[in-house]
């Protein structure tokens, strides 16, 4: 069974910083691109970055620059460090493997003063 443990959301004041883990099971994670999304109180999820076999990384182009995603193979985890965090960046946030159909619950992060 596929699932996705995400942690680490909080309540941060403009311009702090969160780390945000994902704790995968059921997939062969080495093996696997991984994804952070978030999804904004009435608006669609939206993909913030990804991070395939090899390290390699992408983001969108809100968060290029402040953010950045890390695996740890060993311990099935994908990490999303978010500096320099903006009232824009509240959601929730969520981990997925490209076309995964199987969600976490989240974890909600709330930017504001």
């Known amino acids: 069974q596929v699932q996705f443990v995400e942690s680490g959301g909080g309540l941060v004041q403009p311009g702090g910083s969160l780390r945000l883990s994902c704790v995968a099971s059921?997939?062969?994670?080495?093996?696997?691109?991984m994804r952070w999304y978030r999804q904004a109180p009435g608006k669609q999820r939206e993909l913030v970055g990804s991070i395939d076999i090899a390290t390699r990384t992408n983001y969108a182009d809100s968060v290029k620059g402040r953010f950045t995603i890390s695996r740890d193979n060993a311990k099935n985890t994908v990490y999303l460090q978010m500096n320099s965090l903006k009232p824009e960046d509240t959601a929730v946030y969520y981990c997925?493997?490209?076309?995964?159909?199987?969600w976490g619950q989240g974890t909600q992060v709330t930017v504001s003063s």
């Open positions: 059921g997939i062969i994670f080495r093996f696997s691109t």
């Open positions: 997925n493997r490209p076309g995964g159909q199987a």
